[in-house]
């Protein structure tokens, strides 16, 4: 189906690049996408601020694919900042935000395209498209599949009290979702500016809104680990453990009171929650700094201070009761725990 057959010329989905220096990676993220030679779809690539070649290549891109992919150019704002101009211009009824140094699967992109273009022709359109991601990690033959099959049924419409509940490791991050552009405006969803980690606001903050989803078992989004210098580099996210902070508030004060929302969705806010928590007090512990051991229990005291609700219904979970074990035989014990979970998956 093209677009010329759905009831407006709007795109049935917009990928939102942020890129900031990725003239080295960006040509696979870009031919990942137009590797179906859709006309329904819309690709933006936010420049911020680059200072390598990152806007003439998309600006070939734009050249060669008018109409489909468009490029906008801005001063340095962060991943929140580029991902805020590409929602503001915006027009596909989907949205998906791609990071230029990663991919989808080429094959799996048919499947996806081919469903929403089919919720494009639907009355109630439904509000989020959830898919399968993989860790591509340099250097490592077997890759990490992140699935959902035991959490949800795929292709039907759901709502949040169909959804079984969630293993440790699953978890639906930025890369696993693709978002109607009303629930994001319904949401007022806008990221901080010169903040890392914003994706774990950007898959979050809007899940309140969220009605109706879809799950695709299929391993859509391809993840790009291992990197030197990525943001999700161990040592990276050791020296930005402010930045963890910061979100966590922020993840923290989106959370509603139980009662506010559905059970289900109650229960898996609480479930993202609680492993945002542990993976910002792992990197506390991690710097070995005798202040951020500090910071740790400061994180727990303002949850507490903030909803003693949410704090007991995060506490209660497996994962938060090992993260608060005590003293230095608890900090050597999670230290020792993120060395075999990173080895496992290769999440950095």
């Known amino acids: 189906m093209t677009s010329s057959t759905r ?50 290549l998309s600006h070939d ?31 596909g ?16 992109l048919g499947l996806v395209l ?9 009355s109630h359109p439904v509000d989020m498209v959830v898919t399968n991601y993989v860790y591509e990690k340099e250097g490592r033959h077997h890759k990490q599949v992140i699935n959902f099959r035991s959490v949800m049924p795929s292709d039907r419409v759901l709502d949040w009290n ?4 969630f293993g440790m490791a699953q978890y639906m991050i930025m890369h696993a979702l693709i978002f109607r552009r009303e629930v994001l405006q319904r949401a007022a969803t806008h990221l901080p500016e010169h903040t890392y980690y914003v994706d774990f606001i950007y898959s979050y903050q809007p899940l309140p809104y969220v009605t109706s989803l879809m799950y695709l078992d299929t391993d859509f989004y391809r993840y790009h680990t291992g990197r030197e210098g990525q943001s999700v580099q161990t040592s990276v996210m050791v020296s930005r453990v402010d930045q963890l902070l910061r979100v966590n508030g922020l993840m923290v004060e989106a959370t509603p009171e139980p009662g506010q929302v559905s059970d289900g969705l109650y229960r898996y806010m609480i479930h993202y929650l609680a492993i945002n928590c542990v993976v910002t007090s792992v ?6 700094d005798p202040q951020n051991y500090q910071n740790k229990d400061m994180l727990w005291s303002r949850l507490e201070d ?43």
């Open 7 to 56: 009831a407006d010329d709007r795109p049935v989905i917009t990928f939102i690049i942020p890129a900031y220096n990725m003239a080295d990676h960006l040509d696979t993220c870009l031919n990942s996408l137009l590797s179906q030679a859709a006309e329904d779809l819309e690709i933006i690539v936010v420049d911020d601020g680059s200072t390598d070649d990152t806007a003439k």
């Open 61 to 91: 891109y734009e050249v060669r694919h008018p109409g489909i992919v468009r490029l906008i150019k801005q001063e340095n704002k962060g991943h929140g900042g580029a991902v805020n101009a590409g929602l503001s211009q915006a027009q």
């Open 93 to 108: 009824l989907y949205v998906k935000v791609v990071d230029a140094d990663d991919w989808v699967d080429t094959d799996s």
């Open 114 to 122: 081919d469903r929403l273009r089919t919720q494009a022709t639907s």
């Open 162 to 165: 169909h959804l079984g509940r």
């Open 283 to 288: 990197f506390l512990i991690l710097s070995k």
């Open 306 to 348: 903030h909803s003693p609700a949410i704090s007991h219904d995060v506490r209660s979970t497996l994962l938060c009761k090992l993260i608060n074990m005590p003293g230095r035989p608890g900090r050597v014990a999670i230290r020792l725990g993120y060395r075999v979970a990173e080895a496992a998956v290769g999440f950095n």
